[in-house]
């Protein structure tokens, strides 16, 4: 029903996850993951320069980030899309392995969430 309201509402994506949101529902399309961060968030991101900033999914694939970001750990523009993501470069990447003052803590603290976010998006493709 939910679904069907929206649909005849015509809602951008915003207000249409801000009515399933109010229902309090989810829609179908609730597990895809986002790949690419909406324009308001990236415009966010952004605007937080000079800060270093970045924006993750629930599975810590980087949406968007900020030059200060990238001057801070490395160009994620240069990497390809299926590799901006913060856990494989944390375990990956020979320069970021050093960056986490506590390596193994943020290690063990992002494997608890990538389990705790699988079962909170089941149907999601990992």
């Known amino acids: 029903m939910v679904e069907a309201l929206a649909r005849a509402l015509r809602l951008p994506p915003d207000e249409r996850a801000y009515l399933f949101h109010l229902a309090p529902q989810r829609p179908r399309d609730a597990d895809k993951h986002a790949t690419v961060a909406p324009p308001p968030l990236a415009r966010l991101v952004a605007d937080l320069s000079p800060l270093?900033?970045?924006?993750?999914?629930?599975?810590?694939?980087?949406?968007?980030?900020?030059g200060e970001m990238a001057r801070l750990l490395l160009d994620f523009d240069t990497l390809a899309p299926s590799r901006?993501?913060?856990?494989w470069l944390?375990?990956?990447?020979?320069?970021?392995?050093?960056?986490?003052?506590?390596?193994?803590?943020?290690?063990?603290e992002g494997i608890a969430h990538l389990r705790a976010a699988g079962a909170a998006h089941p149907t999601s493709s990992w």
């Open 52 to 66: 270093p900033a970045m924006l993750m999914n629930h599975r810590y694939g980087l949406l968007a980030w900020n």
């Open 84 to 87: 901006r993501n913060a856990m």
């Open 90 to 108: 944390c375990l990956m990447r020979r320069e970021m392995r050093e960056f986490p003052v506590d390596r193994e803590r943020v290690v063990w």
